[in-house]
């Protein structure tokens, strides 16, 4: 029998037992596991699991939301009981639970604002207008992929105003403290009071998907949409069949921006169109800026070889990035590659990069030479690491272009997504940039062809797409954020 019991101090759950000892005992989640230190004496056992787990050279955080099974393996394979219970602790950046030997992690929200009653007061307090005679303040809210990371094109804004307006306070929001904020930033977990607080009172949002909850803009307070890729598929109003009640809340949703940014002047017409965002007009006090995009600026200026270091990555290694989107359909990353044959195949590292709408229903592969880093905060830099890209539809190809290294399509489903799911705006066999396969054999094969069979494609859909990432659209978007008045530097 086991016992338990939590150390507030040291952040950390105590499993403790007699006689034999486990050789190994750990904690299994979804995103993250943590492996137990073990300490015996005198047929006395423990084993410490730190709950403040640092990933790819980063802080040290908690581990993400969800459930984490206990396992304690004894010598032979043969598991240990590992039944015991312990009731909520509330430590500074979580709140853990712990029953029959399931592990609870979960957001440090107040208990009182965790019921639906409690969420619904602050709500309440937000649309209600009950901000007292606060002024706004020169800060910023970021948010991306609704909180579940700090990436994309809000943290390369981020970095940039934090280099020329330190003063400027930045507000991340955040699904847990498991997400790493940049330095200097300040992490608000999402539905907390001081989330509501800091979403009210900072003049400038930074968002890269839809404001979730309610939003009520303040007077003088402005919010810039970067959005998160220039579209192959279909997007908002642009999907197939007339539903009234999607077009409301499409509609609905633009009118929340003052500014929408787009990468390329394709993606301005695409957008515009598929959000009825009518920028550029005064009287609705909303524009459309076409300045590359900033997340792609560490393309042009970041380091692959730190990357690598930091993924424990050996510099001479073939890295191969593969990064489908997200499918409709299902939940989990699509299974169209095996990651774990594909590095054995090709003697690769395969990193594994999943949509951000799979980060959380989803799970970390783990295979020999395969790296799950769909957690990672940013892409850019992963696609500093790799070698070459394998995608699918996912508008990480108007990206992965910027570095001018191969890209291949794996597009089994290509009928049915182009079909019945979304749809395109354009063909994509036709301008591909890279070989395009339908099975693991063609891929093999593809990634032995010479890049110089696609180097026209590949100039042409850099010119199209492309031309403004040249390292400093963070610059060109934090510069009219300053002459707009949307901060003060």
């Given at each position: ?12 759950l ?9 050789q ?6 979804a ?8 300490t ?5 056992w423990?084993?410490r699991?730190r709950?403040?787990v ?8 908690p ?8 396992s304690?393996t ?9 039944d015991a ?5 509330t ?12 592990l ?7 208990p009182a ?11 309440l307090?937000?649309t ?7 002024r706004?303040?020169?800060a ?22 934090a280099?020329?307006?330190?003063h ?13 904020v ?9 539905g ?12 400038l ?5 839809w ?5 009520v803009?303040r ?6 949409q ?24 499409v ?39 076409v ?9 042009t ?7 690598r270091?930091?993924?424990g ?6 890295v ?8 409709d ?24 990069r999943?949509h951000?709408r799979t980060?959380?229903?989803g ?11 769909t ?15 394998i ?5 990480v190809m ?29 063909d994509?066999?036709?301008r ?5 396969a339908r099975?693991h ?13 696609y180097?026209e ?10 031309r403004?990432?040249d ?13 707009a ?5």
């Amino acid at each position: 029998m086991t016992r338990a019991r939590f150390d507030n101090g040291g952040a950390s759950l105590i499993v403790s037992g007699s006689g034999s000892p486990p050789q190994r005992a750990s904690l299994n989640g979804a995103r993250a596991r943590v492996a137990g230190e073990i300490t015996a004496d005198e047929g006395e056992w423990s084993v410490r699991f730190r709950l403040l787990v640092s990933r790819w050279g980063g802080p040290a955080l908690p581990m993400p939301s969800g459930a984490y099974r206990m396992s304690l393996t004894a010598e032979g394979g043969a598991e240990l009981g590992a039944d015991a219970s312990v009731g909520r602790e509330t430590f500074e950046l979580f709140h853990a639970e712990l029953v029959s030997g399931e592990l609870l992690v979960r957001p440090p929200i107040d208990p009182a604002y965790e019921s639906g009653e409690g969420s619904r007061a602050l709500e309440l307090r937000y649309t209600g207008g009950n901000t007292g005679a606060r002024r706004l303040e020169n800060a910023v809210f970021f948010e991306s992929f609704y909180g579940r990371v700090a990436g994309c094109n809000p943290l390369a804004i981020d970095r940039e105003i934090a280099r020329i307006a330190p003063h400027v306070t930045r507000y991340w929001s955040v699904v847990d403290r498991s997400v790493p904020v940049p330095d200097g930033a300040i992490a608000v977990v999402d539905g907390s009071p001081e989330w509501w607080r800091a979403r009210a009172d900072a003049r400038l949002l930074v968002v890269n998907d839809w404001l979730r909850r309610p939003f009520v803009r303040r007077d003088g307070q402005h919010v810039l949409q970067t959005w998160h890729g220039t579209p192959l598929k279909r997007l908002a109003l642009h999907r197939r069949g007339f539903q009234p009640r999607r077009w409301a809340a499409v509609v609905r949703e633009s009118l929340r921006w003052n500014v929408l940014l787009a990468q390329n002047g394709y993606a301005s017409r695409v957008l515009r169109k598929a959000y009825a965002y009518l920028g550029g007009r005064p009287l609705l006090d909303r524009q459309l800026w076409v300045e590359g995009y900033p997340r792609n600026d560490v393309l042009t200026t970041g380091d692959g070889a730190a990357v690598r270091a930091r993924l424990g990555i050996a510099p001479e290694e073939e890295v191969l990035l593969y990064a489908p989107t997200w499918r409709d359909d299902r939940e989990e990353i699509v299974d169209f590659v095996d990651p774990e044959r594909l590095a054995a195949d090709r003697g690769a590292v395969v990193l594994v990069r999943g949509h951000s709408r799979t980060l959380l229903p989803g799970h970390d592969v783990t295979a020999p030479r395969v790296i799950d880093v769909t957690a990672y905060s940013d892409t850019a830099e992963l696609m500093l690491a790799a070698d070459a890209l394998i995608t699918d539809y996912s508008s990480v190809m108007f990206d992965f272009s910027v570095t001018g290294k191969p890209m291949h399509f794996l597009v089994p489903d290509l009928e049915h997504y182009r079909g019945a799911l979304r749809g395109f705006y354009f063909d994509l066999l036709k301008r591909a940039p890279g070989p395009v396969a339908r099975s693991h054999e063609e891929l093999l094969t593809a990634l032995d062809q010479d890049p110089a069979e696609y180097a026209e494609r590949y100039a042409t859909w850099r010119a199209a797409f492309n031309r403004l990432d040249d390292g400093h659209a963070s610059e060109r978007v934090v510069a009219r954020l300053i002459d707009a008045g949307m901060i003060t530097p």
